[in-house]
């Protein structure tokens, strides 16, 4: 097994001193290096690549650093901070301690939030625990075996099929388990501004392995700033390989506690019920940490998690409570729909008339069925209930130009203060154009903004793609890929920004560009009208007029214009004239007839199409 190196542990051979620095920017005198030392914070452990990464050095260069020192290493070698720190130093780096992961500004500012109702009646809550991981390694069945009961029976092929919330006691403490299909939802939810969960619980089979979905569902979890803790699950099987996990793990920045790193991993088996205990232990001992809190006094605040159309009941939703109380009779609006609570149940189905923060309930009574992620809030009146709903809706038409980030703009939000991280999905043809990018990208960052990649994969960019960059206010970059239809629907009608290159060379000047202000704005084209000829007219010896009938728009002489003919344009060009009867025109409007003549063009034939456009800046 790999263990992490301890410096304090570790046997150095004595040797001259061959520690001389391969940077040249620690070549230099002592003074020198000092004043263009930059500050950088290393975790408490990592690998060799990764700080070869952080350093922005080869792999190698970190190897033969710890080999004069008397360490020998591969690239996936977990370092401490004891030994990585002097390395940096030696580069010509400021090296800091970085006690926790970083985390995401969403995070911070609810921390702030708690602060700030300090003085409030605020009482402890219980934790909200998301079950993530790979399709088939065992969530359903986790949530079984804390529970005590059987959900996994309830599923279509013992595959999860809907988000379910349930509350269990742990050692005398609730603790509400959010089970979901997957990582879509969970960052649907953020992408609707939901951000439901205190803890990730990273399910990861210990006979398969670290799998494609694990890691998706690692990078949405950090994307959302949330604690993970992993399960290690089928530990009972003949072919588990916990060890070969960890190893896999540390590759992905999640190094184990018992590995030297921060990251709290439990070796569990939902079938046999093992390690169960421990794993419990730990997410309460996490929550303890996060120092979870709400006030039960006040108007209730919840989040849909999900809904569905009761042929007996009429819209059902079920709601997880994030602070204050919700009574049966009280006013809410979810959403853009609101309604008068008849009644409430708990996630065993048993009616209830009180619900408390961090509590599931399914409540009856709303007027339409709400959208996974809608927010539920208590009003005082119908008529505050329609006109809450009427500013929602104002703000939901204005919400994707406040939240898109374009290349385009980049370089004016940096300049106001509203970006100080870029956040990138990057989807690349193959595995191997990843890392490449990746270091080109991150050494790009300033002293404004950090250039942060929150997902990268092979494969088309997909839906789960925007709805990640949604959630998190980011772009997505492609590299020599395409973008699934389902996508580019998705990612227009949110204002996401997708830039597909074929040129590394291209890709990284674009991004830097836009950090520097440089980038030239994108145009796109705007239609403003059409007319359909519908006879010709001799002007002179050569010349012709099309008499033609606008039919969409209008048409404005001197205007940019291309002729169709069977779909395909024939020419493009400009109006020359524009008339009316025997009148010369600046534009005519739709339904009406006019003579039309375009630059240097005579060849009109009955049936051909006008077409007026101009191009406009992309915003």
Request: aromatic letters at 4%; one cysteine or more.
């Amino acid at each position: 097994m790999v263990k992490p190196l301890k410096s304090q542990t570790v046997t150095r051979t004595t040797r001259p001193d061959v520690t001389a620095p391969l940077s040249s920017r620690a070549a230099k005198g002592p003074a020198e290096t000092k004043a263009k030392a930059r500050p950088i914070e290393i975790p408490r452990s990592l690998t060799a690549r990764q700080l070869a990464d952080m350093l922005q050095v080869s792999p190698l260069e970190i190897i033969k650093q710890l080999m004069r020192k008397g360490i020998m290493a591969n690239i996936n070698q977990v370092i401490d901070y004891d030994v990585a720190a002097p390395i940096a130093t030696e580069l010509g780096f400021e090296a800091r301690l970085k006690v926790r992961p970083e985390t995401a500004p969403a995070r911070e500012i609810r921390r702030q939030r708690r602060k700030e109702e300090a003085a409030g009646n605020l009482q402890p809550r219980a934790p909200v625990v998301t079950i993530m991981g790979h399709v088939d390694h065992g969530k359903t069945k986790l949530l079984d075996a804390i529970r005590q009961s059987n959900v996994v029976a309830t599923e279509a092929g013992g595959i999860t099929q809907h988000i379910g919330a349930y509350q269990a006691e742990v050692n005398g403490q609730k603790v509400t388990f959010l089970d979901t299909p997957g990582h879509e939802a969970f960052t649907a939810m953020r992408a609707r501004g939901a951000q439901v969960t205190d803890i990730v619980v990273l399910v990861v089979a210990a006979d398969d392995g670290v799998m494609p979905q694990t890691l998706e569902a690692i990078d949405h979890a950090r994307a959302a700033g949330v604690p993970i803790v992993v399960a290690i699950n089928k530990i009972d099987l003949p072919g588990a390989n916990p060890d070969r996990v960890k190893q896999q793990l540390a590759d992905a920045s999640l190094v184990c506690e018992d590995w030297g790193g921060d990251t709290v991993c439990a070796q569990v088996s939902a079938k046999q019920k093992l390690g169960i205990p421990d794993l419990l232990e730990n997410l309460l001992l996490v929550a303890e940490m996060e120092q979870l809190k709400a006030d039960p006094s006040r108007s209730a605040v919840g989040v849909v998690v999900e809904a569905n159309l009761d042929k007996t009941k009429g819209p059902l939703a079920t709601v997880l409570m994030q602070d204050g109380s919700l009574r049966v009779g009280e006013t809410v609006v979810v959403g853009n729909t609101w309604g008068r609570i008849k009644a409430m149940f708990n996630d065993r189905g048993k009616q209830v008339r009180k619900a408390e923060p961090a509590m599931p309930i399914e409540l009856l009574g709303l007027n339409r069925v709400p959208q996974v992620g809608d927010t539920l809030m208590v009003v005082a009146s119908d008529q505050q209930a329609r006109t809450e709903i009427e500013k929602r809706q104002a703000e939901t038409a204005t919400a994707v130009s406040t939240r898109a980030l374009r290349l385009e703009n980049l370089f004016d939000q940096i300049s106001t203060g509203k970006v100080k991280e870029l956040n990138v999905i990057l989807k690349t043809d193959v595995q191997g154009s990843i890392e490449p990018i990746r270091q080109s990208l991150e050494r790009l960052a300033t002293e404004q903004v950090k250039v942060r990649l929150i997902h990268s994969a092979s494969g088309n960019v997909t839906e789960n793609d925007v709805m990640l960059a949604v959630a998190s206010k980011g772009l997505i970059i492609g590299f020599a890929t395409g973008i699934e239809p389902g996508a580019k629907r998705l990612a227009e009608a949110q204002g996401i920004d997708i830039r597909v290159y074929d040129i590394i060379y291209n890709l990284v000047d674009d991004v830097e560009k836009a950090l520097k202000g440089m980038l030239e704005p994108t145009y796109i084209e705007v239609i403003d009208g059409r007319a359909e000829v519908r006879a010709i007219f001799g002007k002179g010896k050569k010349e012709k007029v099309a008499g033609s009938l606008v039919s969409e728009g209008k048409l404005t002489r001197g205007a940019s214009v291309r002729l169709r003919r069977q779909g395909k344009v024939v020419v493009e060009s400009t109006i020359s004239s524009l008339r009316r009867f025997k009148e010369d025109v600046r534009e005519v409007a739709t339904g009406y007839e006019c003579g039309v003549g375009i630059e240097g063009f005579s060849d009109f034939q009955v049936g051909d199409i006008l077409e007026t456009y101009r191009k406009q800046k992309e915003v």
